[in-house]
Structure formats: structure tokens, C-alpha cells
């Protein structure tokens, strides 16, 4: 099984709501990994995590809150967002974070919030 | 920030004919990869060259790192069209003062390619 599955595929809110975005592995990685991306632009790393630790804070606002509950899952908490927020969040894991080879990437959140 | 640069930033082809990607990045690499990404989808690895190699091969790609210029290089040949999408070159860095590595990504460059 080589799949990283992002639910939910598409996700609307308004400014008030909270929500949560949801990553699963099951390749035994220990490295898991949130991504941004805006229309016509890179990944931009946001979070890394390893053995369920978080390694890697990109100085991301408070209002997006990570969570790796054990090796397979991954979540990010959604809460007071703003509309410049609006992006597709990508999932990803690799088998450590200390050796960067392949990161297999989920499908990706699509998050618009209005 | 970002570490890669892809140039050019969009390439428009027929099919059947190749297609030449470039990446410059700044500081020194353990190694350095492609990913591939159709629109709106998620990114597919396409292929790793560590820093001591110079050319790698996987199918119809090649690619090529060239460290004393910091520049590394994605060949497509035979190019369909479903090779359509964006490519990116990312780059790995160790966090600041950490023992984790980090993947940055260049801004990509989208290829069309005309049946």
C-alpha cells in the first residue's frame, strides 16, 4: 500500500467555523509532512513531523494546529481562518525525516474559506 | 524560502518531441528530486539524483546535476500528451540546527504538450 489518503477532498468554511483536515499512511513512515499551495505556485512546507513528534514549524500562524495522534494519522486543525488561507493543503510522508528521499504525497485538501 | 529556481516557467511542445527543464538552487544539497503535478492533484515522484552522482536515468527521463554550478536539469523524450503538468525540483536542507531535513520546492515550470 503506497497511498497517503487526504480527507475531506474539499472543504468550505467561514471565518468562525473550526475544522480539521485529515491525513492516513500505512507505509510504516515516520516522517509526515503539511504542505500549502496556491494557485500556480510550489508547496510551501509547513509543518514537519517525526516519530509523532513535531521537528519542523514553519512559522505558521497559530490559527493552523497540527496533530499527529500516532505514526499513521495526521491532522491539521482549522480555526479562525482567513480568506488569504484558501489553498490546496497537501499530505505527505517519507520513511524519516533525518534523510530526505521520496515524499509520497496525498491528493490534497482543497480549502476555501469565505 | 525557496531553494530551487525551474526555468522556464512554461514550455509548450508537440508531441513526440523533447522537453528540456532546469533548475538552479543556492546552497549545498544532499540531493535533489523532481516531482511531477497534474493540476489541482497531488505531486508524483518522478526521480532522486544524490550529489555525488552527475546523470540518472528512469525511462523516458534523464536527468542531470551539475553541483560546481548548482543547476540541475529534467529531460523528457518522446513527450506525450499525458506527460501534460507541472514539474518541480525540490531541494533538501537540513532545518536550522536540526537533524530533520526539510524538502523546498523551485516555482516549476508547467509543460503542455500538443497531441
Known amino acids: 500500500d503506497t497511498e497517503v489518503t487526504q480527507t475531506p477532498k474539499h472543504l468550505v468554511m467561514g471565518m468562525t467555523n473550526k475544522k480539521s483536515l485529515k491525513c492516513e499512511q500505512h507505509m510504516g513512515h515516520r516522517a509526515m509532512y503539511w504542505y500549502k499551495q496556491k494557485a500556480k505556485k510550489p508547496p510551501e512546507l509547513m509543518f514537519v513531523y517525526s516519530y509523532e513528534k513535531l521537528s519542523i514549524n514553519e512559522s505558521v500562524p497559530s490559527r493552523f494546529s497540527p496533530e499527529c495522534p500516532n505514526s499513521s494519522l495526521l491532522n491539521l486543525h482549522l480555526h479562525a481562518l482567513q480568506p488569504e488561507d484558501s489553498a490546496l493543503y497537501l499530505c505527505?510522508?517519507?520513511?524519516?525525516?533525518?534523510?530526505?528521499?521520496?515524499?509520497?504525497f496525498g491528493e490534497g485538501s482543497r480549502l476555501t474559506v469565505l | 524560502s525557496q531553494q530551487g529556481e525551474e526555468d522556464p516557467q512554461a514550455l509548450s511542445i508537440q508531441e513526440g518531441e523533447n522537453a528540456t527543464m532546469n533548475c538552479s538552487y543556492k546552497t549545498s544539497i544532499n540531493n535533489l528530486q523532481w516531482y511531477r503535478q497534474n493540476s489541482g492533484r497531488g505531486l508524483v515522484h518522478l526521480i532522486l539524483i544524490r550529489s555525488n552522482e552527475r546523470e540518472k536515468h528512469s525511462g523516458r527521463l534523464r536527468v542531470t546535476l551539475d553541483t560546481s554550478k548548482k543547476s540541475s536539469s529534467l529531460l523528457i523524450t518522446a513527450s506525450r500528451a499525458a506527460d501534460t503538468a507541472s514539474y518541480f525540483c525540490a531541494t533538501d536542507a537540513s532545518s536550522s540546527g536540526g537533524s530533520n531535513y526539510k524538502l523546498t520546492f523551485g516555482k516549476g515550470t508547467l509543460l503542455t504538450v500538443n497531441p
Open positions: 505527505a510522508s517519507a520513511k524519516y525525516a533525518a534523510n530526505t528521499g521520496e515524499l509520497f
